[in-house]
């Protein structure tokens, strides 16, 4: 069984940035996916990274200003989110897979595990 704890949320300005930490305990060698809940929104997908590290994917929105990477000695995954916008203002959750292309297909469903999620909020 997995467990994942997120954090490093919080409040900044547009234009600043955070970097958000997925912690996972139990079994860990697993791809890792980053999605997103708004307030009145569906979850969407966010950011994806392979076991290895070697493939990462984004959704377009993100793309240029979102950096997702993993430390495997520490079985953490991060979330570097620079410029950010208003429009970035959700619920951040961190899942895990054991297929990748599962998380390449940005599927919001059918993940053996979340965390509780971590707040982001960016004012304007």
């Known amino acids: 069984q997995v467990q994942l704890v997120e954090s490093g949320g919080g409040l900044v300005q547009a234009g600043g940035s955070l970097r958000l930490a997925c912690a996972v305990s139990?079994?860990?060698?697993?791809?890792m996916g980053w999605f997103r809940q708004a307030p009145g929104k569906e979850r969407e997908f966010v950011a994806a990274i392979s076991i290895s590290g070697d493939r990462t994917d984004y959704t377009d929105s993100v793309k240029g200003r979102f950096t997702v990477s993993r430390d495997n000695d520490k079985n953490t995954v991060y979330l570097q989110m620079n410029s950010l916008k208003p429009e970035d203002t959700a619920v951040y959750y961190c899942?895990?897979?054991?297929?990748?292309?599962?998380?390449?297909?940005?599927?919001?469903?059918?993940?053996?595990?979340w965390g509780r999620g971590t707040q982001v909020t960016v004012s304007s």
């Open positions: 899942t895990v897979a054991g297929n990748y292309a599962y998380l390449e297909s940005k599927k919001t469903t059918g993940y053996p595990a």
């Open positions: 139990g079994r860990t060698m697993y791809h």
